[in-house]
C-alpha cells in the first residue's frame, strides 16, 4: 500500500461538477489500495471574490481579519469535496489547516509553515478515509488561522508529503507538465519527464505557476518527488526531484522568457566603497525586487550600473532611482521597458562549458542584440528588446535540439 | 463602564452596508465607554446558499462535514464586521466558536453548548478591542467544528452574557420587540417593555422568532435579562427577565397563534392501560411531535383520543396513525388540517381564575367554535377553525384590554 499526497488548485474544484471529477480521481487512487491525503484550494474565483468583497470596506486592511475571512474558502472547498466523496462511497473527512495540524508562524497573509503535528491526519487514514485538507492555511502559536501567501496549498502538500514519507506527492493543475519553451512560442516544445528542484526553480516562468517556488524549495530541502500533472487528463506529468535521480544528464533542459521586465541604468556613479550598497538598500527599503544588476568600469573613478527589476513596479521605481541620483552624485540615469530576459536553464550547464558561447551565438545570427548578461551555475540569462523574444525563444530551442527526446 | 453582549442576525449583516450600520451601533456603545462582545450570524442567506450547493452533491449528507462548510458562514460575516470596525477606527478582532472558547457535545448540526472558556475574549476586551464572534458554532471534545443547530447565536449570546456577567445582553434582530398579538392581524397590537422568560417560551410564535425557545431557556437557567430590539433603528425593545422584576403583573400579556397546525382524532380507542403509551411512542419513533393532547371517555371501555401536531408533518403522521388505528383495534381515525391554535399567554394567569372563562366566552360571543382545550400554569390554547383565527386573535385582545398601556 502506498501513501499518496494529492494537491488540487482552484481550477480543478471551481465548480460542483469538478469536484465531482478530483473525487473520482480519488476515489481511483483508493480503489487501487492507496492511502490518500488531499490538500485543495479554494473553488475557483472564491478568493479573489472575497478580496475583492473585503476591498468594498477599505485599503491597508488588517492581516490577522483577511486571513480570518480567506481560509473559509478552502473550508468551503474542502468539506464539498468530503460531501461529494462521501456520497460516491468513499468516507472521507475534512481537516482545516489547524485540525491538520499545519502549525506556521505568526506572520499573517504570508505565514511560512514551522512544523506539522500529522497525529489527526495518520488517525483518519488509519479509519480508511480519503483525508481533505484545507490548503493555503495554518495555525500560529498564538492560535490564529494563518494564510501561507502566494502558493502555500503547494508547500502544504509537499510539507504533508515529507512528514507523512509520502510515496508520491501529485500537484494536480490545469497544465500537463513542464515544458522545454512555452508552447505557445514554440510549437516543437516538448514536456520534460523530469527536471531537477533547481532547475524548476530557475524555470518558475516556463509553464507560469507549474509549482510555486517557496513549493519547489521545500521539496529540495526535504528530497520530496514531486509530480505535476494535469487535472484534466490521466497523461503522466513532470516529475521534480534531484539530479541523482535524473535519468539523463542534459546540458539545457529548458528556454525560459520573462517579459515583465525594465531595466534601469545608471551613469557615472563614483567608484566608492558603500556606493552600490547605498542604491540597493534605498531600492529594497522601497520594496523593489532588483533581479539582474551589471556593473561596468567606464571611465577612471566611475561606473554605470544598470539592473533590471519587475515592470509593474517600474513608475515607483522610477521615482526612486531618481532620488538615488542626487544621492550620490551620478550623472543621470536611463530606462527602457521594452526589453524582456531569456534564459537557458539545465543543470547539467556545469560540466558543459560551451552553452554560454552556443547561446551567444545562436542570438548573434538571428541579429539579436544582447543589452545584459548575467549567469548562474545552472542558468544563463540575457536581456533583449521584448519585440525579439519570440524569436530568441525559438532559435536557442532549436540550437539546443530540446524538440528532440531525451 | 458596563459590559455589553450584543447579538446581530443575518438579515442584520445581509450587505456589507448593513454590516457598516452594525458597526456604527458598536462603535457607538464603545464610544459611550462599554466593553462590547458582538455575536454575529451569516450573512443574509449565506447559509441556505451553502445548504443549497450541499444539496446539489447529494442526500442524508454527513452533519460533521455539513457543520464545517456551514461554519464558514459566520466566520466571514464576522471577519467582514472586525474589518469594517478597523476601517472606521474602532479597534476589533473576530473569533470563531472555537477561538472563543465555545464548547459543544459532539452532535453535529445540533450541539448544545457545554461550556465556555472566555479567557480569549476577556483579553481581547483588556486590549480595548470590540470583539465579534462567529455564532452558531462551538468546538466539541474531539476538536471538530460544531453547528449548534436553530437559533444558536442567540444561545451563544446569551451563554456568553451568563458567563462574562455582562450587564445587558441584547438581541437585534429585524422587528422591534415583543408584541401583544401580531400587529398583522390586530391593529392595536402593542409592543410589551417586559415579559417573563416563561411567557416567551409560550409566545414563540408572536413576533416570530423573536428569541430561539433555546436562548430563552438559557437565559431563565442563568438570570439573564435580554433584550429584544431591532437592529434598524434605536427604539427600545422588549426586555425578557424573571417575574420577580416586572413592573407589574398581568394577568394577560398577549395572544399568540399558530396556523401550522393539523388535528387527528382516534375513534373508540380500547380503554386500557398502556393503549396512549403505544399510540405516542409510535409517533415519536417517527420523529413526530405531538402538540396538544386530549382524551374523552364517550361510551363504556371506548375512549376517543386527539391530538395535534405540526401541519408540515401531516401526511408523514397520516400513514403512520393508519398503522396505529390497526394495532390498537381503534374503528377509525379523522382529521383536519383547516385548523389552527389560539393562545393567551401570561404570567400573571395563575392568580386569576377567571381567565379561562373569559378567554371561552369571548370566543363563544364571535361564534367561534372551539375543537379542544389544553391549558397549562401560564397559557390557555383552543384550537379552533383556520378561517376564524384573525378574528379570534382580535376579539381576545379586546377582551383582555391588551391594547391599552400597562
Chains 1, 2 share one sequence.
Not at 252 to 266: K, P, T
Request: proline share 2%.
Amino acid at each position: 500500500m502506498s501513501l499518496l499526497v494529492a494537491k488540487f488548485g482552484g481550477s480543478s474544484v471551481a465548480s460542483l461538477e469538478k469536484i465531482h471529477n478530483v473525487a473520482d480521481r480519488i476515489a481511483e487512487m483508493k480503489g487501487q489500495g492507496n492511502d490518500v491525503v488531499v490538500v485543495v484550494s479554494a473553488m475557483g474565483d472564491m478568493t479573489d471574490d472575497l478580496l475583492e468583497l473585503a476591498g468594498n470596506i477599505g485599503k491597508n486592511l488588517d492581516n490577522r481579519e483577511m486571513d480570518m475571512l480567506l481560509a473559509t474558502g478552502e473550508q468551503q472547498s474542502a468539506s464539498l469535496l468530503a460531501l461529494t466523496l462521501a456520497a460516491g462511497g468513499c468516507p472521507a473527512v475534512s481537516l482545516t489547516g489547524w485540525q491538520a495540524g499545519v502549525k506556521s508562524d505568526g506572520q499573517h497573509s504570508k505565514a511560512r509553515i514551522i512544523g506539522l503535528d500529522t497525529a489527526r491526519i495518520r488517525d483518519e487514514l488509519d479509519k480508511g478515509k480519503a483525508v481533505i485538507i484545507a490548503g493555503f492555511q495554518g495555525i500560529s502559536p498564538a492560535g490564529e488561522i494563518t494564510t501561507l501567501g502566494r502558493g502555500g496549498s503547494d508547500t502544504t502538500a509537499v510539507a504533508l508529503a515529507a512528514d507523512l514519507q509520502a510515496d508520491r506527492c501529485m500537484i494536480f493543475t490545469d497544465v500537463d507538465g513542464v515544458y522545454t519553451a512555452d508552447p505557445r512560442i514554440v510549437k516543437e516544445a516538448r514536456q520534460l519527464s523530469s527536471i531537477t528542484y533547481e532547475e524548476m526553480l530557475e524555470m518558475a516562468s516556463l509553464g507560469a505557476g507549474v509549482l510555486q517556488p517557496r513549493a519547489a524549495e521545500f521539496a529540495m530541502l526535504y528530497g520530496v518527488d514531486v509530480e505535476v500533472r494535469s487535472s484534466f487528463n490521466n497523461n503522466p506529468g513532470t516529475i521534480i526531484t534531484e539530479v541523482a535521480k535524473m535519468e539523463r544528464q542534459r546540458s539545457v533542459s529548458g528556454v525560459a522568457h520573462d517579459c515583465n521586465v525594465a531595466r534601469i541604468a545608471l551613469f557615472d556613479v563614483p567608484d566608492q566603497p558603500g556606493v552600490a550598497s547605498i542604491i540597493f538598500k534605498i531600492l529594497a527599503d522601497n520594496h523593489i525586487n532588483v533581479d539582474m544588476v551589471i556593473q561596468s568600469a567606464m571611465r577612471d573613478d566611475r561606473n554605470d550600473i544598470a539592473f533590471t527589476i519587475e515592470r509593474n513596479e517600474f513608475q515607483k521605481a522610477r521615482a526612486v532611482v531618481n532620488e538615488i541620483v542626487m544621492k550620490i552624485g551620478a550623472s543621470g540615469m536611463s530606462y527602457s521597458v521594452d526589453v524582456a530576459k531569456v534564459s537557458v536553464v539545465g543543470a547539467g550547464m556545469q560540466s558543459n562549458p560551451g552553452v554560454a558561447a552556443t547561446m551567444f551565438d545562436a542570438l548573434a545570427r538571428k541579429d539579436i542584440n544582447i543589452h545584459m548578461i548575467s549567469t548562474s551555475e545552472i542558468k544563463i540569462s540575457c536581456i533583449i528588446d521584448e519585440d525579439e523574444i519570440e524569436a530568441a525563444v525559438q532559435v536557442l530551442h532549436d540550437r539546443f535540439h530540446l524538440g528532440e527526446t531525451d
